[in-house]
């Protein structure tokens, strides 16, 4: 302030009133895996399923719907729920779950379709399919083209793509492409010349840059006006014939498709016999009616084409080859269960190791959870480590779908289960309603978040999520597990968890949190151990997330001191924060005692020379009364109690 010249008085302010303010108590990141390019309940594309990549922050059920769809669960051919399978919705259906309790979660999708249906189907190919280049349009505003379009083998039918320009945080124009037979499908080349990595978007295209996977290659040049969101490229991919080496003529054959009558392999041969007309001759069916005239359709009712002349004209003998055979669609994901699941386990963990927005301190989630498929723990673990989340938060995790009470105890013993103390586990799979009304059976993670939301909501997240009250499960119809081979023949089987399975489940090194049926009570979570490698006050639940909780508290209070004298008053100032912080956890029954000490005693002259503060916070957090003992002491009649 200004020094004053003449007499009075000045009054200052000295703003020591820090803190940090409230958050909601249960805020999940949930990674999972969808269908591409879903419809919504309004029949619109869902645009949470045309992308990947991009955390989203998702309110309500009804935003959810609009984003993602409906859960899709696969069913067998009798309408059976193939229960298990990798390719069910579980981490959709996990976010919906917890929606009709909680306020808030950040869903970050993998880039990977989980849409098979037309696997198996069985059809009549003419070759691999090309671009048509007559077929290729443009709407939209920006200016440029398309170049360098590959049709790959793995593209069996004609079809139309669409490249879509999007909304996005990137400096370059960024598009999604689109198959008609494939739905979305994603850039799979990680190099420097293609747009693998996007900020705000894996898997997406970039403009100048070459976008490949196992479908197609192509890239978009721009050439003037830049593209903007809506702008659109079409284009049609078609079977060709192929041209003798040997020929004259320059011309082509166009509109190559299969006619109702071929139902099996056959080698076609178009030969001219003079420049206006050909005959054509197939291995089974030898010549097929009268010639053909250059410029008209052709239809002998197993192949439709029409030669078209070139610039240079045909001579007699000029041919081509048409190649019919029978080709099934092969399924993208694998054939059996095993080889989906590596596949889509593989691209969530990618999308977890690799996405730099869910490290950002703009989204500040507490729990991490990719319901369904426990092989991704590792992960979490890490990203649960990552220097920007530092254990502010914690991870919810599942047994495999096909464990027994007895399996899943042995399981817990192997090294595919993660030890730490910022993860859980609980058990076993649980049959819920999806939003369709239909009974699906859900990984327990996704039960678990939601008890945990609602134990939240009663107390606070220092309070075990288990037992009466804040343990209850609701929605819940059954439990258990399944047998048989998954993707086909898996069975559900229901199973109660009676105290001798409680015990094999919960005991010190298994520590799995079992979700129990309790006659008259309904079904609770009667468990609230971690995962850790050593009994300690960080093996439950409750003290870890606590210890989540005061990490981020202590950390955004201590933010305002950053840069400020490090002298004595700064640390008074800033122990006083941490004291208060630390006297509302206590006042809220999360602690027994604290201490804390910011003096010259832990703020030595070495920590001064390198610009160093230390406040030391020392905690006795509360413990759960998990196990109570009544002793009866019976005695005889006359003798004393």
């Known amino acids: 302030m200004a020094t004053r010249v003449s007499a009075g008085v000045s009054v200052t302010v000295d703003n020591q009133s820090y803190y940090t303010p409230g958050t909601a108590s249960t805020v999940?990141?949930?990674?999972?895996?969808?269908?591409g390019s879903k419809t919504n309940l309004t029949n619109n594309t869902a645009v949470g399923t045309t992308e990947s990549g991009v955390v989203r922050v998702v309110t309500g059920i009804e935003q959810s719907l609009e984003l993602y769809g409906v859960p899709s669960f696969r069913t067998a051919s009798d309408g059976s729920q193939l229960h298990g399978d990798s390719r069910n919705e579980y981490g959709l259906l996990a976010l919906n779950h917890f929606l009709e309790v909680g306020g808030r979660a950040y869903v970050l999708r993998a880039d990977i379709d989980l849409d098979d249906s037309e696997a198996g189907e069985t059809f009549m190919s003419l070759g691999v399919p090309s671009i048509i280049p007559t077929t290729a349009t443009f709407f939209g505003e920006g200016e440029g083209y398309l170049s360098n379009v590959v049709v790959k083998s793995n593209?069996?039918?004609?079809?139309?793509?669409?490249?879509?320009?999007?909304?996005?945080?990137?400096?370059?124009?960024?598009?999604?492409?689109?198959?008609?037979?494939?739905?979305?499908?994603?850039?799979?080349?990680?190099?420097?010349?293609?747009?693998?990595?996007?900020?705000?978007?894996?898997?997406?295209?970039?403009?100048?840059?070459?976008?490949k996977n196992s479908l197609i290659d192509l890239k978009v040049v721009a050439d003037?006006?830049?593209?903007?969101?809506?702008?659109?490229?079409?284009?049609?991919?078609?079977?060709?014939?192929?041209a003798n080496p040997a020929n004259v003529g320059s011309g082509t054959i166009e509109g190559l498709s299969v006619d109702a009558l071929l139902t099996s392999g056959e080698v076609f041969t178009v030969t001219m016999i003079s420049d206006t007309a050909f005959e054509v001759v197939g291995t089974n069916s030898g010549v097929s009616g009268v010639a053909g005239t250059i410029g008209v359709p052709f239809d002998n009712n197993k192949i439709v084409f029409t030669v078209v002349a070139g610039t240079t004209d045909?001579?007699?003998?000029?041919?081509?080859?048409?190649?019919?055979?029978?080709?099934?669609?092969?399924?993208?994901?694998?054939?059996?269960?095993?080889?989906?699941?590596?596949?889509?386990?593989?691209?969530?963990?990618?999308?977890?190791?690799?996405?730099?927005?869910?490290?950002?301190?703009?989204?500040?989630?507490?729990?991490?959870?990719?319901?369904?498929?426990?092989?991704?723990?590792?992960?979490?673990?890490?990203?649960?480590?990552?220097?920007?989340i530092d254990y502010e938060a914690f991870g919810v995790n599942d047994v495999p779908v096909n464990k027994s009470p007895e399996q899943a105890a042995t399981w817990a013993m192997s090294t595919e289960r993660v030890r730490s103390e910022y993860n859980a586990y609980y058990y076993p799979w649980c049959i819920v309603s999806n939003i369709d009304g239909v009974d699906v059976l859900v990984p327990p993670s996704a039960v678990a978040i939601r008890t945990i939301a609602n134990s939240d909501n009663i107390s606070y997240l220092w309070m075990a999520p288990a037992g009466e009250g804040n343990g209850?499960?609701?929605?819940?119809?059954?439990?258990?597990?399944?047998?048989?081979?998954?993707?086909?023949?898996?069975?559900?089987?229901?199973?109660?968890?009676?105290?001798?399975?409680?015990?094999?489940?919960?005991?010190?090194?298994k520590n799995i949190n079992p979700i129990q049926f309790i006659p008259g009570r309904g079904f609770k979570i009667m468990g609230q151990k971690t995962s850790a490698s050593a009994a300690s006050a960080l093996d439950r639940v409750?003290?870890?997330?606590?210890?989540?909780?005061?990490?981020?508290?202590?950390?955004?209070?201590?933010?305002?001191?950053?840069?400020?004298?490090?002298?004595?008053?700064?640390?008074?100032?800033?122990?006083?924060?941490?004291?208060?912080?630390?006297?509302?956890?206590?006042?809220?029954?999360?602690?027994?005692?604290?201490?804390?000490?910011?003096?010259?005693?832990?703020?030595?002259?070495?920590?001064l020379e390198r610009n160093e503060m230390y406040l030391n916070v020392g905690i006795k957090p509360k413990k759960d009364a998990e196990f109570i003992h009544i002793p009866i002491r019976v005695v005889n009649t006359g003798t004393s109690l």
């Open 472 to 509: 209850d499960v609701v929605g819940v119809t059954k439990i258990g597990y399944v047998t048989g081979k998954i993707g086909e023949s898996a069975k559900f089987v229901e199973v109660e968890i009676n105290r001798g399975r409680m015990d094999i489940l919960y005991e010190y090194d």
């Open 542 to 607: 409750s003290t870890v997330r606590l210890i989540c909780d005061m990490k981020r508290k202590l950390r955004k209070g201590s933010f305002p001191f950053l840069f400020k004298p490090n002298d004595q008053i700064t640390r008074d100032a800033l122990k006083s924060n941490a004291d208060s912080i630390l006297a509302d956890y206590m006042s809220k029954r999360a602690l027994y005692d604290y201490a804390t000490v910011c003096d010259s005693t832990n703020n030595t002259a070495d920590r």
């Open 155 to 211: 593209l069996v039918k004609p079809q139309t793509f669409t490249i879509e320009f999007i909304v996005s945080d990137s400096e370059v124009p960024q598009y999604i492409v689109r198959s008609e037979q494939f739905g979305f499908i994603a850039n799979e080349v990680l190099s420097s010349d293609t747009a693998n990595f996007i900020v705000g978007g894996n898997g997406r295209g970039q403009v100048g840059k070459t976008f």
């Open 28 to 35: 999940p990141l949930y990674i999972i895996a969808t269908k």
């Open 314 to 388: 045909f001579v007699a003998g000029d041919s081509f080859t048409i190649t019919a055979s029978e080709v099934t669609v092969p399924n993208p994901l694998g054939e059996t269960d095993a080889q989906r699941r590596v596949k889509i386990v593989t691209a969530l963990q990618a999308v977890i190791n690799s996405n730099q927005d869910i490290r950002s301190p703009y989204f500040e989630f507490n729990l991490v959870s990719c319901p369904g498929y426990p092989e991704v723990a590792d992960e979490i673990q890490r990203l649960l480590t990552d220097i920007n």
């Open 224 to 242: 003037g006006i830049d593209f903007v969101a809506g702008d659109v490229f079409t284009f049609q991919v078609g079977y060709t014939a192929v």
